[in-house]
Nanobody
């Protein structure tokens, strides 16, 4: 079965960095666009970043542009989110997701989701 497993979350101070990883199995990873989303308590899930299946095109939410970088390694079936200059407002559970046939900012269009990893940024 398809599984997406996030890792790398934790507690960091404002201005610090984290790298999230999402390991995929049970799907032909190189044919899927991948996305990162996040959700804070009491808030709706929001788009963070997405990357095309070949890794050549990326899109970011305005709130993270210049600070976060999404990459993928198709040989390792893994997508990453490098997060720099973290702010308290980045605190959320971060989810990776897979969408066959392209990328999207809309979570409803993603077929598979990971369990999430908590990122907490202290001030």
């Amino acid at each position: 079965q398809v599984q997406l497993v996030e890792s790398g979350g934790g507690l960091v101070q404002a201005g610090g960095s984290l790298r999230l990883s999402c390991a995929a199995s049970g799907l032909t990873f190189s044919t899927y666009g991948m996305g990162w989303f996040r959700q804070a308590p009491g808030k709706e899930r929001e788009f963070v970043a997405t990357i095309t299946s070949g890794g050549k095109i990326t899109y970011y939410a305005d709130s993270v542009k210049g600070r976060f970088t999404i990459t993928r390694d198709n040989a390792k079936n893994t997508v990453y989110l490098q997060m720099n200059s973290l702010k308290p407002e980045d605190t959320a559970v971060y989810y990776c997701a897979a969408k066959y046939g392209g990328t999207s900012r809309r979570g409803e269009e993603y077929a598979y989701w990971g369990q999430g990893t908590q990122v907490t940024v202290s001030s």
